[in-house]
């Protein structure tokens, strides 16, 4: 089982920048996607940004394209989510999911970060606030 631990949430100002990080343990399988998800009070949980670990290929939500980015430190296990620009909406708690991606599955751009990962392993999530 894999184990996550999210940390570098806090409370920044419209237009500023933070980054989150994953630290990652107990990786057992070929290979992997790890994403970021958020959930806001009174809403759905929903994906940010995934990548995959073998490779590095990621995605993002279209509500972050051009002001986040998802980066992997694979000789530390982590992954980082760079967040610029951001803004009020942007508040939420920010939690790491990691799951298996087993050799027969076809495809992961613009479909891991759409699962709900309810198998994955989960991190505790990290309290992103934007004031305006």
């Known amino acids: 089982e894999v184990q996550l631990v999210e940390s570098g949430g806090g409370l920044v100002q419209a237009g500023g920048s933070l980054r989150l990080s994953c630290a990652a343990s107990?990786?057992?399988?070929?290979?992997?996607?790890i994403g970021w998800f958020r959930q806001a009070p009174g809403k759905e949980r929903e994906g940010v940004s995934c990548?995959?670990?073998?490779?590095?290929?990621?995605d993002y939500a279209d509500s972050v394209k051009g002001r986040f980015t998802i980066s992997i430190d694979n000789a530390k296990n982590t992954v980082y989510l760079h967040m610029d620009s951001l803004q009020p909406e942007d508040t939420a708690v920010y939690y790491c999911?990691?799951?298996?991606?087993?050799?027969?599955?076809?495809?992961?751009?613009?479909?891991?970060?759409?699962?709900?990962?309810?198998?994955?392993?989960w991190g505790q999530g990290t309290q992103v606030t934007v004031s305006s």
């Open positions: 107990g990786f057992t399988f070929e290979d992997y996607g």
């Open positions: 999911v990691a799951e298996e991606i087993k050799s027969y599955e076809p495809s992961f751009e613009s479909t891991w970060c759409r699962r709900p990962h309810y198998l994955g392993s």
């Open positions: 990548i995959r670990r073998s490779d590095g290929l990621t």
